[in-house]
């Protein structure tokens, strides 16, 4: 799983996309829930008078109808009524309120009759009123002892049927007709009920995008398509603990704005800003868990904390003093009594002391701290930057505060110090490199006369075969020097860089085949089968010719030198994605008791009797013009099976 989830492919841009999806699909699922709560009693039923909404409404019609007609009944009666002044004002008010109300209903028709009296009160003035209110589906009735059970059933209503023996009947008349609540409410239930499948949809296929787009964040986040590191961002860089800190306070102010403004929800602006927060709020949350999944990836998110970071300072770095300690101590004490002078003052004047002499005092502290911090995170910059081989980064004393001035001249004094070994290290590898290259040239030019005069000897007729024997030793040895000379030179040159690439389309398995054939005769004498095994004929690479003529003569001089005899040598050649591959096999005439990494340096032969021939360099220079050229040379030893491999770049260009 963990394999599938690495394949992954990663951009940039689709990590970005992604993280817009997040947020935009939390939003739009947030928003379809807030809705379908706010709607959950228009979709939990089937038809609008099924509704809580129109039963409530339909039941405070109907109590403050009887409440007008048969409680307050009129202006005279209420001002008659003996009350108090303060009750007869607030009726009237109640009256008048009513009376607006009633009047302003369209849809609602009632029949009230007291069955003693005979008395009737209805605002239906033509036709038969309690034919036309029976007829209507959503028809209640009332009376002292029997109210309908779907229906609230107002305490009033309950209270004003047993003072009077009152029949009820109250419908809504249909067609609804626009001008009142019902038909305004209606027309919001049908129009929730149509829209209420769409958020549905919505609020499902935003919560399935938003879980996979999730997941692809966190599978990405951090990764970079070169190299195996987890990349972070500057908001990892935030102590963990701080970050957390940081968000929780963010999470407060915004529940505190959204709070002070849930009266107003209705208004579209305040809708507009409690949706704006809540957005924020999304990015901020959303950025958060990214950043820690990140610092779970890179495994630093206990250690990028202040309290550890704290506490490693200060227990285990060098950097603790005892004042330091002293320092937190007097710190707390100091707040401590400022703390208590403050709860304990007797008069606002000590309060206002205390706490302005708290105030400044915590400032400065949280100053000084935050000037020791920033000079942590100097010096942290400075040994990451000498770390990755950057000897010349420069360290600013004067940012340093006081606490870590000697932890900064410490790390200033490390970085010059190495910067010496280094130079030192280049100055004796240079002068290791002109010794070679001018022993080499001085050598060269006695060596040179030395050949001619044993050219001019052979021409002689000595008439003796002891001194003709001689002059074949000469002749060999001389001939041994110079190849040795001419080797010294070339390695001293490849070493240093001091070589010139021009780089050609190179066949490979032409360069192999011809290579073999310069090599035939020593190859035989040698008693060893060659098998050349091409996966294709058509190698090509990107190199220069001469160099990789040398690469491979060198390789081969090396089987001829050291194979066992009537052992069998392979050379493979091929070619990877970016690479030619050359690997040569063969099995070794002397035990390899030798680390492969130092065979190829200077004057390292695999035969440590160094009985057969050969200066210790081939390899060596076959492995320097490999990397100038751009290329790749690996050794390889399992017993005496010697494993050399080449790689250098294909030629990609037409």
Known sequence: MDIKLKSIKYSIGAEVAAFVVVWLCIMCAAGSAVFLLYYHDTI?????????????????????????NVKLKSEANIRSSGDAKDVVKSNLQRYYLLKKSLSDMVNFAYYFKNTQTGEVFTNIKTGDAIALIKKQPTVVYYNQWTYE??????????????????????????????????????????????????????????????FLSFIYLVVVTGRREKGGKIALSFTDRIYTDVYSVLVFIAAVISVAIVTSMSYSLHNQVIMFIVALVFGI???????????????????????????????????????????????????????GILFVAAADANSDEGFIVAVFLLIPFNTAAIYFAAKSLLSLTHIMEATQEISTGNLDYALDNSQMSVAFSGFAKNIRSIQGGMKKAVAEAIKGERMKTDLIANVSHDLKTPL???????????????????????VYILEEKSARLKQLIEDLIEASKASSGNVNVHAEKVDLHELVIQACGEYEERIKKAELDIHVNDDDKKTFVSADGKHMWR????????VVKYSMPHSRVYINIGESELYGLLTIKNISANPLDIPPEQLTERFVRGDASRTTEGSGLGLSIAQSLTNIQGGRFKIEIDGDLFKVMVEIPLWLRE
Not at 170 to 197: H, W
Not at 299 to 322: A, E, P
Not at 448 to 470: H, M, P, Q
Request: hydrophobic share 40%; with cysteine; proline share 2%.
């Open 44 to 68: 939990n039923n089937k038809g609008y008078y099924d509704t809580y909404q129109y039963k409530n409404e339909f039941s405070t019609l109907v109590s403050n109808v009887l409440e007008f």
């Open 149 to 210: 059970p779907d229906y609230r059933f107002d305490h009033n209503i309950g209270q004003m049927l047993t003072e009077a023996p009152y029949e009820v009947y109250a419908a809504v008349i249909e067609p609804l007709k626009p001008g009142d609540e019902f038909y305004d409410s209606y027309i919001n239930f049908t129009k929730a009920k149509t829209v209420s499948t769409y958020v549905a949809i919505l609020l499902v296929s935003s919560t399935i995008l938003m």
């Open 281 to 335: 709020d999304i990015l901020i949350g959303l950025s958060y868990v990214l950043s820690m999944i990140r610092q779970i990836k890179s495994g630093q998110i206990f250690s990028n904390t202040l309290c550890y970071k704290i506490f490693d300072l200060c227990f285990n770095g060098k950097t603790f003093k005892v004042w330091t300690l002293l320092l937190l101590i007097g710190y707390g004490v100091i707040n």
């Open 448 to 470: 040179t006369s030395i050949i001619n005069y044993v050219d001019l000897l052979k021409k002689e007729d000595l008439n003796n075969g002891e001194a003709d024997k001689y």
């Open 551 to 558: 690469i491979v003569e060198n390789l081969l001089s090396n």
